[in-house]
């Protein structure tokens, strides 16, 4: 038994990364593989109505074009490219075709993980880390038809580009690369933006030169690969300049005026802060029908501007509330209790990176990234579907890279010592 046991691990530490992928797809296999199935609304997340709108623009582009699918502006149409592209290749199960590749995508990630942290770790510190990874719950987004999941991937992805760049040294390839997927995972959800801030700041610490010149190159690129996009829009919602017309909508949500109560830590907090509904009648908007999508997104901007104006203290505590649920660390739920344990430790990591010159850019990155995210959260929803995908695949690597340096490093007194050649000192492991 010994012996088998022996051979066993053998096989998995010589095929590592691929048995990281085969352990991240049969874990999600067995807690949400009863869930995969061909609705469109999962039974493991009945309250993820998004993915009715984004089935049906799906079917309206197949049926009657790309400008019928979306010319209110309301929906990137990044993520019903996928459905439509799976209603060509499997017509008679899409749904369940999405979520497969959505379920193969994300155990992908995990290995790319793994071969993003051996450049800085041993493989068995990489591989314990990467198990972690197949635990934190980015899974719980694949049996939604909802972007999460591929948000995560492409996020992977930007990293592993990342993690390939010389230090001060940056290619037209990796510009190029770089770009592409901070578009790609615009193109699912507008809010991805952000990614482009979270590049700057890697890139700030990482390139000595050519960086005004690198960082203009990217933008322009964006800019290049989005425009179709914000023309169309401009001339289906003639005046409006951006990428969809439910960033008012959200905006309002974000002041508490659009609330279930439903006695969970949100609404709670609205009620203690006085911001919901019942507390501000006069508040409520009442949707004109005669309207277009983008004078609507006006007016619920100009109402969103005018709440916060009117009671600044009480949204501002509100909006902190919100931060401390996005991040997990507010909650009544022992699962979110876990999660906001991670986001803690992981953001511990990244201080202590930030006092190391080889790997600076991972720990300024990450805490870039949980600043965004966390003014997102104040502003718009405390939604924990923009925090996950986007903060924990930077939050991981920061998290392996400090345990597996911690008997190396010397955190005390006003330096780091950190690995100078950290594929040798893996190897010496």
């Not at 990614?195 to 700041?201: A, E, N, P, Q």
């Not at 000595?208 to 933008?219: A, Q």
């Not at 019942?278 to 309207?291: G, K, Q």
């Not at 919100?322 to 430790?345: E, P, R």
Request: aromatic share 12%.
């Amino acid at each position: 038994m010994d012996r088998l046991l022996k051979n066993c691990i053998g096989i998995f530490l010589r095929y590592n990364t691929i048995a990281v992928v085969l352990l991240s797809f049969t874990l999600q296999f067995i807690l949400i593989g009863r869930y995969l199935d061909n609705s469109v609304i999962s039974p493991y997340a009945p309250t993820a109505s998004d993915a009715v709108d984004y089935v049906e623009r799906a079917q309206l582009w197949q049926t009657g074009g790309f400008e019928l699918a979306f010319s209110d502006a309301y929906r990137m149409p990044g993520y019903p490219l996928v459905i439509l592209i799976m209603n060509y290749l499997l017509p008679s199960a899409p749904y369940l075709g999405v979520r497969l590749l959505q379920m193969f995508g994300l155990a992908l990630s995990a290995g790319i993980i793994k071969v993003v942290l051996e450049n800085f770790v041993t493989r068995r510190i990489a591989l314990l880390v990467c198990i972690l990874y197949i635990l934190l719950p980015i899974w719980h987004f694949v049996p939604a038809l909802l972007a999460e999941s591929f948000t995560s991937v492409i996020v992977v992805a930007l990293i592993y580009v990342l993690a390939t760049l010389k230090f001060s040294e940056i290619s037209w390839q990796h510009v190029f690369k770089i770009s592409i997927l901070i578009v790609a995972a615009t193109y699912l959800k507008p809010n991805n933006l952000i990614l482009l801030i979270v590049v700057f700041g890697f890139l700030a610490c990482t390139l000595k030169t050519r960086m005004i010149k690198t960082l203009s190159s990217v933008v322009l690129i964006v800019t290049l690969l989005l425009s179709p996009w914000v023309l169309f829009v401009n001339q289906a919602q003639s005046g409006f300049f951006g990428l969809t017309t439910n960033s008012g909508a959200n905006l309002y949500v974000g002041t508490g005026m659009v609330l279930s109560y439903d006695e969970s830590v949100l609404a709670r907090s609205a009620v203690k802060w006085k911001v919901d509904p019942r507390s501000n009648p006069t508040d409520l908007f009442t949707n004109n029908i005669i309207e277009s999508p983008a004078a609507e997104n006006s007016k619920l901007t100009e109402k969103s501007i005018q709440i916060w104006e009117n009671r600044p203290l009480k949204e501002i505590g509100y909006a902190s509330d919100k931060i401390l649920i996005a991040f997990g660390f507010k909650s009544n739920s022992t699962t979110d209790q876990v999660y906001g344990l991670f986001n803690i430790l992981s953001l511990i990591a990244a201080v202590l990176l930030i006092r190391s010159q080889t790997v600076r850019a991972w720990g300024f990155t990450t805490l870039i990234t949980a600043l965004l995210l966390a003014a997102q959260a104040a502003v718009f929803q405390a939604d924990r579907r923009f925090v996950v995908p986007v903060l924990f695949p930077f939050a991981i690597v920061c998290l392996g890279i400090v345990l597996g340096n911690l008997s190396n490093w010397s955190f005390r007194g006003g330096s780091s010592k950190s690995p100078k050649n950290p594929k040798a000192s893996r190897e010496a492991l």
